[in-house]
């Protein structure tokens, strides 16, 4: 993920210490994004062989099971777009990004499954916040750069006050900002995983968002690439003339 995020990085550097992908601010860490592989342990090849069997049970066909059979079945499958025998299997990632990037996350329903960090539960005050830098800001002036930090250094004031004088959590987050990171658990099965990363790697995603889906796409890839490697062709083929 961070190699993405290089040249943007570079450009926040103007603006106090980076390190090991954080910055500290007054009174909050601004943070990049992050995607990491939760589930499952499985070996590649132990995945393709539990899909091949589910999908030879439609056709009865598991005498034709052999050395190489599981690639080209599976290639028919994404060609004869019979793609629900893909929903047999999925992983789960734990994901790192913004309150608002999570609010285009959590729209991926069927097939999808989440648990959110919750701000109504969570007590900032007696842990640092976080706030996640956004991908624009790697482009903006140093004199925007300085209006994002101080801005949020005042959001993050409020909040922090508002709970020192006695409000709740799911009262004072009110005051927190939309680039507040925020921790999600995803789990999707196979077929929907594809849908979501056509949708959210395309030109027409939110950059951020686009950040996220890439790093899903890759974990995806490389556990799975017979299964995504049309999906990784075509972002490939895309960022030869496209920059977020």
């Given at each position: 993920m961070k190699g993405v995020w290089d040249e943007h990085v570079a450009g926040t550097c103007m603006i106090g210490a980076w390190a090991g992908g954080?910055?500290?601010?007054?009174?909050y860490t601004a943070?990049?994004?992050?995607?990491?592989?939760?589930?499952?342990?499985?070996?590649?090849?132990?995945?393709?062989?539990?899909?091949?069997?589910?999908i030879r049970t439609a056709y009865k066909s598991e005498d034709r099971t052999g050395p190489g059979t599981c690639d080209r079945l599976l290639r028919h499958i994404l060609a004869s777009k019979?793609?629900?025998t893909l929903e047999h299997f999925a992983m789960g990632f734990r994901v790192i990004t913004s309150r608002g990037v999570s609010h285009e996350l959590v729209r991926h329903r069927v097939?999808?499954?989440?648990?959110?960090?919750?701000?109504?539960?969570?007590?900032?005050?007696?842990r640092k916040p976080e706030v996640i830098l956004p991908w624009h800001l790697g482009r903006r002036s140093i004199e925007q750069q300085e209006f994002w930090f101080n801005s949020h250094v005042k959001l993050i004031d409020c909040y922090l006050t508002a709970v020192d004088n006695g409000w709740p959590p799911q009262d004072a987050r009110g005051f927190l900002p939309n680039d507040m990171k925020t921790e999600l658990v995803w789990t999707m099965n196979i077929r929907s995983a594809r849908n979501m990363l056509q949708l959210r790697t395309a030109k027409a995603a939110h950059p951020d968002m686009q950040v996220v889906a890439r790093e899903i796409l890759r974990l995806w890839f490389q556990k799975l690439p017979v299964l995504f490697q049309d999906i990784e062709a075509e972002v490939v083929a895309g960022l030869a003339n496209y920059k977020l």
């Amino acid at each position: 993920m961070k190699g993405v995020w290089d040249e943007h990085v570079a450009g926040t550097c103007m603006i106090g210490a980076w390190a090991g992908g954080r910055l500290e601010c007054k009174n909050y860490t601004a943070v990049l994004p992050s995607v990491e592989l939760l589930a499952p342990t499985m070996d590649s090849d132990a995945i393709m062989r539990y899909i091949e069997a589910a999908i030879r049970t439609a056709y009865k066909s598991e005498d034709r099971t052999g050395p190489g059979t599981c690639d080209r079945l599976l290639r028919h499958i994404l060609a004869s777009k019979h793609e629900s025998t893909l929903e047999h299997f999925a992983m789960g990632f734990r994901v790192i990004t913004s309150r608002g990037v999570s609010h285009e996350l959590v729209r991926h329903r069927v097939g999808h499954s989440f648990t959110q960090e919750s701000t109504r539960y969570v007590n900032y005050g007696k842990r640092k916040p976080e706030v996640i830098l956004p991908w624009h800001l790697g482009r903006r002036s140093i004199e925007q750069q300085e209006f994002w930090f101080n801005s949020h250094v005042k959001l993050i004031d409020c909040y922090l006050t508002a709970v020192d004088n006695g409000w709740p959590p799911q009262d004072a987050r009110g005051f927190l900002p939309n680039d507040m990171k925020t921790e999600l658990v995803w789990t999707m099965n196979i077929r929907s995983a594809r849908n979501m990363l056509q949708l959210r790697t395309a030109k027409a995603a939110h950059p951020d968002m686009q950040v996220v889906a890439r790093e899903i796409l890759r974990l995806w890839f490389q556990k799975l690439p017979v299964l995504f490697q049309d999906i990784e062709a075509e972002v490939v083929a895309g960022l030869a003339n496209y920059k977020l």
